[in-house]
């Protein structure tokens, strides 16, 4: 037996069947519509495959809606995806059982970015016009002093570099790749007030201890190792005077997929900054006045350092 409650504002009836024992089974309903029924009501009415059944359940489906066809490319893409998380799941236990550097060993990247097409000048890399502006006005500039002497590691082609050369007193360039530093040269036609070195990865050799005011770095860190981060950081600790700063692009999180980005975290990057005895002034992935603009994109954050 069954009672029934009719919604008017629907007009439709489901009956839901309460088990009290196992010989007996009591209905209750509830009209579909009713705020007071759930889906957690309705869900004992069908029944759920689990495993290789829900599996197959789906690709005859898929193969019915779709086609042959459709179906097949579709498996080998699933399968080439599964693939590549497989490899890639390999290559960073390989790494960090035998602490490979990968793609992040200095001179390999010296080589990429040697033979890289700057023919955009790395603005390929900038979310538009727009963002860049505004990460000039509320990051470069809100923490970059007037009269200061700039270092800029890893400035490509100059992306930031012409913004970085007007402010600046005096401006060092250090970067791996020889190339990288002819674009810039060229692009500031300068070598009165800028130095262009070139750095073998881990340190800064060309420049003086407590010579610099403000560096800094874009997509950069992001490539880089823990070990060549860790001695990075405690050079910026050599280079910089009392009071400078250092403004620093890196990952916030390990990413997903990708061979080229770090996987280094923000709590492993501050944690190697203290240790550099580098004191944390600010991080942040976003800004703007209702914080429109970000580098969360790719699960980055800019950590501002101070030497105190």
Not at 137 to 165: S, Y
Request: charge should be neutral; hydrophobic fraction near 40%.
């Amino acid at each position: 037996m069954s009672h029934t409650v009719r919604n008017l504002s629907t007009a439709q009836v489901v009956a839901i069947p309460s088990r009290r024992s196992a010989g007996s089974a009591i209905f209750h309903t509830r009209a579909v519509g009713d705020e007071r029924a759930s889906a957690a009501d309705v869900s004992g009415l069908v029944p759920r495959a689990s495993g290789i059944g829900l599996a197959a359940r789906r690709a005859r489906l898929l193969w019915k809606r779709n086609g042959m066809r459709w179906f097949i490319v579709f498996g080998l893409w699933a399968a080439q995806s599964r693939l590549l998380r497989f490899l890639s799941d390999r290559l960073r236990k390989m790494e960090r059982e035998r602490d490979l550097a990968g793609f992040f060993e200095p001179t390999i990247a010296a080589q990429i970015w040697q033979d890289y097409d700057w023919e955009h000048g790395g603005e390929e890399w900038s979310v538009s016009a727009e963002w860049r502006q505004s990460l000039v006005e509320n990051v470069i500039d809100e923490w970059l002093p007037p009269r200061a002497a700039v270092l800029e590691i890893g400035p490509g082609a100059g992306r930031w570099t012409g913004h970085l050369h007007e402010r600046a007193e005096r401006l060092a360039l250090v970067d791996v790749a020889p190339r990288c530093l002819a674009l810039c040269q060229s692009r500031l036609d300068d070598t009165e007030k800028t130095a262009y070195c070139l750095g073998n990865g881990p340190d800064l050799s060309p420049l003086e201890d407590e010579s610099i005011d403000f560096a800094w770095s874009f997509d950069v860190f992001v490539h880089l190792t823990g070990a060549v981060t860790a001695s990075y950081l405690r050079e910026l600790r050599r280079v910089l005077r009392t009071g400078g700063r250092a403004v620093i692009h890196h990952n916030a999180c390990v990413p997903a997929r990708g061979r080229w980005r770090s996987k280094l975290t923000a709590p492993d990057f501050t944690h190697l900054a203290c240790r550099a005895d580098l004191s944390v002034a600010d991080q942040l992935d976003s800004w703007g006045s209702e914080r429109e603009f970000d580098v969360r994109f790719h699960n980055a954050v800019i950590t501002v350092l101070e030497k105190r």
